[in-house]
């Protein structure tokens, strides 16, 4: 047998397992937009509650004729990273538009969130200093805190009785810098960054938020976790994507103190090696925070129809994790009935995922839906309607639980 044959069953016999643990990752594909209502290549038309389009930019006209507008002033592609000849003056722009967003001194735009995480630490610490780590956080903070020599301490989510007790550890280390998520994907819950702050402060340390999924939503206007809590202006390092709220295509970005900025423009890996993100993209990133500067109108339409969907489903009896988020977790626990709840689902043309072990702890199955400002009341109705329809089918309401 060839090299290649002997790997090749090694492969195949990895695929048969993954999907005999029944965790095989099908994708379902859509010929659509991503938008609220999208048609599957079934030629199924569904209401979409599973997208990161908080906002419901991914398919705004202003955004795409920002982005057609800027390919046209300043072409496809930049064939370049950064500091060799990738800089337009329109990064610069959305660079200082993302900080005027957030209220910090500079940003860094990467070509994802996951590279923004992969770049930040290596650069800033070293085998004397200390990092302190949400266990919850994205897999990409866990891959970028491996690329860097820190001791790395962990502490359980949103667990602030914890977090002393590393932080205390960690006095042992140089500089210390605490890392969290501002909103937990699975649950939908919030940093508590006031109590990490003043931990952060009693105990010496930096913090750094990856406002991932609060950015744009969270705060009366968007601004994120800084906002809730009011430390706009406080927090040493955020990162975020464009990813979600922001219109939804690709990009990422590292904001706060200017001088880790730029100690970041010299030395993260991911920043130095990789592409300059596109023209298009760029424009529209630029046209997008001039749309939220003074505007908060889609955050309150976001606002009011989170609150509005998460009080029907509590009330049609479904068990709903606490949330501050436009993440609404429907708890099932059991991991087949998560997938036979969204599979009758999309029958009722209401498209979800269910989420199951690894994802979410053992016996923790949920179906996660995201509210988009996008969401009329009449779609949040018609999947409140088909919740309780198929809840009440398959028996699961609370008041049919005795
Ligand atoms: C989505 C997400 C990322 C990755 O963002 P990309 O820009 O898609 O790479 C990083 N961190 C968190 C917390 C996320 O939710």
Redesign the pocket.
Known sequence: MSAYQVFQQHLSAELAAIESAGLYKNERIIASPQSVKIRLQSGQEVLNFCA?NYLGLADNAGLIAAAEEAMHHRGYGMSSVRFICGTQDFHKQLELSIADFFGTEDTILYA??????GGVFEPLLTEQDAIISDAL??A??IDGVRLCKAVRYRYENADMNDLEVQLKKAQAQRFRLIVT??VF?MDGNVAPLDAIYALAQKYDALVMV?E??SAGVVGKTGRGTTEQFKLRGQIEIL?G????AFGGA???FTTGKKEIIALLRQRSRPYLFSNSIPPAVVGAGIYTFDLLKNNHDLQDKLHQNTAYFVEKMIAAGFDIKPTQSAICAVMLYDAPLSQTMAARLLDEGIYVTGFYYPVVPKGQARIRLQISAAHEPVDLDKCIAAFTKIGQELNILNSQLT
């Open positions: 990161n994802a969130c996951f590279d923004a995480n956080n994205h990409s903070i998520d501002g994907s990856d991932s999924h990162t994507t464009l990813g979600k690709i990009g990422g």
